[in-house]
């Protein structure tokens, strides 16, 4: 048996143990500050995230009844705790003691004076971080409370709004969300949220539809191209029916997109087909059952002229049903379903106990679970079924 070198004598503590060499011991004793030490927690990180730790990039967040998670910039992770069946020994710096207040422990050093490392914690595990998706759907809940609405605007008293409650700064959003900020960003692009005197606020679809609906009549007057609405020349127009120029260009980025047209000067935009059909699909639809011919009649003459009122820009908007030798049509649209897979795969088969593929995929191609795939999501929360070897599979609840 190979015999253990003695370290040299002189003071314990964090630096003795790092100066270890192998085939080495050292004697440890109690600190005199040895306690339970709750406030003293490990974090095993990869090495990743240390450039975000040590440069202060990072936060905890979530509210006193939530299980916190840890943000970066870009993204969030649950914090897990790790058990461990060995004894991890937590030594602070040897001058702990007098940073403290403490006097010195002569317990600390051994009748041959050779160091001894003073622990002040037993640790009984460890925090790991494992990646997961932002949990969103609180937003989507909180500017729900308070849309913002035509009346809004007409009343020309933000101040007397403001004091009104479900109203959100971003500084709110960030402590009641938990979502890195670039996350967050991303959501409230998803939800079509726009910042208006400080506040984060949903538009109120009836106001949208009024934004829309006068665009398009305007268009018609002034024979403007859907595919090419001049920024200084729409504007002014919509303003002058009563509708906030910033609410206005919102639209216009949230049902278009911007175009580079050297000719014209300016800024361009382009009405996109799918999210123009999929809002007038939903206005007629709102709240009712329909039979598809009726409703593809009266979806037609609400698209304007020159887009296609094609059944394919509604997927993830709508879903039918035959009753008899019937179809009727209504809203199921993917943006009020929850985030969480498993929430969402149990309001799809509330809604139908089997999808065929066709049919379900418009509904979970947006949810992202770091480290699983879509199959890997089919494969945890559905079960398939092939009658036979050329029809389509069948899903169903696991």
Known sequence: MEIEKSLPCGEGGAEAILNVQSNTSISIAYHQLFGPHDDLMLLELDEKLLPDILNQRVTLRGQPDEDAVFCTQSKTYAI??????????????????IALGASPNSSEKDHDNAVVASVIKVAPGSMELVEVAPRLDKLKLLLSENPYS????????TE???????????????????????????????????????????LDENFVDEILNMLLHNA???????????????????????FPREIVRHCLGVYGSKVVDETRGGC??????????????????RGEKMKLERFMEEWRKKVPEGM????????????????GIETRIYAFSVSS??????????????????????????FIRDLKVPGLSSEGLLLKYTRRSQPSADAEPIFSAR
């Open 80 to 97: 897990k705790f790790v058990g461990t069946s060995n004894s991890v020994f937590l030594i602070p710096p040897s001058n702990l003691s």
């Open 160 to 202: 007397v709004t403001h004091k009104n409650k479900g109203l959100y700064s971003w500084s709110d959003l960030v402590e009641k969300v938990q979502a890195s900020d670039e996350e967050l960003c991303t959501g409230l692009r998803a939800l079509a949220a726009v910042e208006i005197d400080g506040y984060w606020r949903s």
């Open 268 to 285: 361009t935009w382009r009405l996109e087909e799918r999210p123009v059909c999929a809002h007038f699909a939903r206005v007629i639809l």
């Open 150 to 157: 035509f009346d809004e605007v007409s009343q020309m008293n």
């Open 337 to 362: 379903l929850p985030s969480v897979p498993a929430e969402r795969f149990s309001k799809l088969f509330q809604e139908k106990p089997k999808w065929e593929w066709k049919e379900l995929q418009p």
């Open 220 to 242: 018609v007057l002034n024979d403007w191209l859907l595919s090419a609405l001049n920024e200084d020349e729409v504007l002014p127009v919509l303003e002058a029916d009563g």
């Open 308 to 323: 296609n009122g094609s059944f394919d820009v509604l997927e993830g908007e709508v879903l039918t049903e035959k009753i």
